[in-house]
């Protein structure tokens, strides 16, 4: 078992910046090759994957309109994932999730995760 908790939403100007932070604990986490990703899911839209990594080998992944100003990145000594997010839009406004996938497939599907938190409001204001 896993279990994600994100951090760090908020609102802010187009422009500005935000960490989004996700604690994992659990056995599954310290035992498993994982793919972790960043999802996020905007009013009216369906949800889809932003960024993610591969544990192990640190690969990672981005959404074309997100390259450049968002970095996902990982502190494995806290069990703690990261999604760093500059030159914010508003058409990013959305809230964020965290979730994690079991094995070395990465990138994937968003409905082929394993486990998913319960999500972070991110707005952006114009």
């Known amino acids: 078992q896993m279990q994600l908790v994100e951090s760090g939403g908020g609102s802010v100007q187009a422009g500005g910046s935000l960490r989004l932070s996700c604690a994992a604990s659990g056995d599954t986490y310290s035992r498993s090759h994982l793919c972790m990703g960043w999802l996020r899911q905007a009013p009216g839209k369906e949800r889809e994957g932003v960024a993610t990594?591969?544990?192990?080998?640190?690969?990672?992944y981005y959404v074309d309109s997100v390259k450049g100003r968002f970095t996902i990145s990982q502190d494995n000594t806290n069990n703690t994932l990261y999604l760093q997010m500059n030159s914010l839009e508003p058409e990013d406004t959305a809230m964020y999730y965290c979730?994690?996938?079991?094995?070395?497939?990465?990138?994937?599907?968003?409905?082929?995760?394993?486990?998913y938190g319960q999500g972070t409001q991110v707005t952006v204001s114009s």
């Open positions: 990594i591969y544990n192990v080998r640190g690969n990672t």
């Open positions: 979730a994690a996938g079991v094995g070395s497939w990465c990138p994937r599907p968003i409905d082929k995760y394993n486990y």
